[in-house]
């Protein structure tokens, strides 16, 4: 199983990003979905995360500026960074917990990585 992430950059502050993230390989099902995020000297931590539901949990630092998003067809989520502040500035993570068989157990799957800089 694979994680791409992809929509990475530097980006001025106020100004928008789109992140995706596509799961690959041999998957049965995929639980929940997430984006976290891991700036220097600070440790990793959630960012957002949606459900196959869609139900939709949200650090408080970016709530009504992000929105996460998920096409089950496509294994794939997306996040939608609006208003973006140099705070902002980290490493996101995709994260995936999937099974990948009808008999296997939910693991957790992570990407390599997308370097966001918000900076002017």
């Known amino acids: 199983v694979q994680l791409q992430a992809s929509g990475g950059g530097l980006v001025q502050p106020g100004g928008s990003l789109r992140l995706s993230c596509a799961a690959s390989?041999?998957?049965?099902?995929?639980?929940?979905m997430g984006w976290y995020r891991q700036a220097p000297g600070k440790q990793r931590e959630l960012v957002a995360a949606?459900?196959?539901?869609?139900?939709?949990n949200y650090a408080d630092s970016v709530k009504g500026r992000f929105t996460i998003s998920r096409d089950n067809d496509k294994n794939t989520v997306y996040l939608q960074m609006n208003s973006l502040k140099p705070e902002d500035t980290a490493i996101y993570y995709c994260?995936?917990?999937?099974?990948?068989?009808?008999?296997?157990?939910?693991?957790?799957?992570w990407g390599k990585g997308t370097q966001v800089t918000v900076s002017s």
């Open positions: 994260n995936a917990v999937l099974r990948q068989t009808i008999l296997s157990r939910n693991m957790d799957y």
């Open positions: 949606i459900t196959s539901g869609g139900s939709t």
């Open positions: 390989g041999s998957i049965f099902s995929i639980n929940d």
